[in-house]
């Protein structure tokens, strides 16, 4: 299961910027494809930065060889938790006071610059919750059970697609940038949950 986890991680990731590129270059132009991208890239980032911090946590932590391991898992996902969301928000609050102005001074378009700013400022919104999924994910990858995070990995990115579309009527081709926060805000309700389980009644 944890390679089939894996493979499917790689998958939805890769058919996620594919259809997102691919739409775009549909219905817009270059700058839309470049700036979305460049929030994209952005966003990877900081989560390869959080997965990095968290699996660190839980490899320190040698939970395997813990003999107090409800009290150590607690403290170990608290702890990734914590540390993991100082770093996404830290993060989210540079791109949103930084980014425009590291833009103009690579002298790009200003078409370019006003729609990757104008992108970014939707598409972070739920940036602050990156640490929190991470950490959940993490979380089932140390007790071994995959069922979840797979089933998660579909399902979040079937509702951004009917999210989009529905965005699709009012919003065209920015459809996709709205739904980015509100399928992260729908799917921190069970993350949340997780959260208060592992910290709470382990």
Same mark, same amino acid.
């Given at each position: 299961?944890?390679?089939? &986890?894996? %493979? @499917?991680?790689?998958?939805?990731?890769?058919?996620?910027?594919?259809?997102?590129?691919?739409?775009?270059?549909? *219905? !817009?132009?270059?700058?839309?494809? +470049?700036?979305? $991208?460049?929030?994209?890239?952005?966003?990877?980032? +900081?989560?390869?930065?959080?997965?990095?911090?968290?699996?660190?946590?839980?490899? #320190?932590?040698?939970?395997?060889? =813990? #003999?107090?391991?409800?009290? $150590?898992?607690?403290?170990? &996902?608290?702890?990734?938790? &914590?540390? !993991? !969301?100082?770093?996404?928000?830290?993060?989210?609050?540079?791109?949103?006071? %930084?980014?425009?102005?590291?833009?103009?001074?690579?002298?790009?378009?200003?078409?370019?610059?006003?729609?990757?700013?104008?992108?970014?400022?939707?598409?972070?919104?739920? =940036?602050?919750?990156?640490?929190?999924?991470?950490?959940?994910?993490?979380?089932?990858?140390?007790?071994?059970?995959?069922?979840?995070?797979?089933?998660? @990995?579909?399902?979040?990115?079937? +509702? %951004?697609?009917?999210? !989009?579309?529905?965005?699709?009527?009012?919003?065209?081709?920015? /459809?996709?940038?709205?739904? *980015?926060? +509100? /399928?992260?805000?729908? &799917?921190?309700?069970?993350?949340? *949950?997780?959260? %208060?389980?592992?910290?709470?009644?382990?």
């Amino acid at each position: 299961m944890k390679k089939v &986890f894996y %493979f @499917l991680a790689i998958l939805v990731l890769i058919v996620f910027i594919t259809s997102v590129n691919i739409f775009l270059k549909i *219905k !817009s132009d270059f700058n839309h494809i +470049i700036g979305i $991208d460049i929030n994209l890239f952005l966003y990877l980032i +900081i989560t390869i930065i959080c997965l990095f911090t968290v699996n660190r946590h839980f490899k #320190k932590a040698n939970l395997d060889q =813990s #003999k107090t391991y409800k009290k $150590d898992m607690k403290t170990v &996902f608290a702890n990734s938790f &914590f540390v !993991s !969301s100082i770093i996404s928000i830290v993060s989210a609050l540079i791109i949103y006071g %930084f980014l425009e102005k590291f833009l103009n001074f690579l002298n790009l378009k200003q078409g370019l610059i006003n729609y990757t700013t104008f992108s970014m400022k939707i598409w972070f919104i739920s =940036s602050p919750f990156i640490g929190l999924e991470v950490t959940v994910f993490r979380y089932f990858k140390e007790i071994n059970y995959f069922k979840i995070p797979i089933k998660l @990995l579909i399902f979040k990115l079937i +509702i %951004f697609y009917i999210i !989009s579309a529905l965005f699709f009527i009012d919003k065209k081709v920015n /459809c996709f940038i709205y739904a *980015k926060p +509100i /399928c992260d805000m729908i &799917f921190l309700l069970y993350y949340t *949950k997780v959260c %208060f389980d592992a910290t709470l009644k382990i």
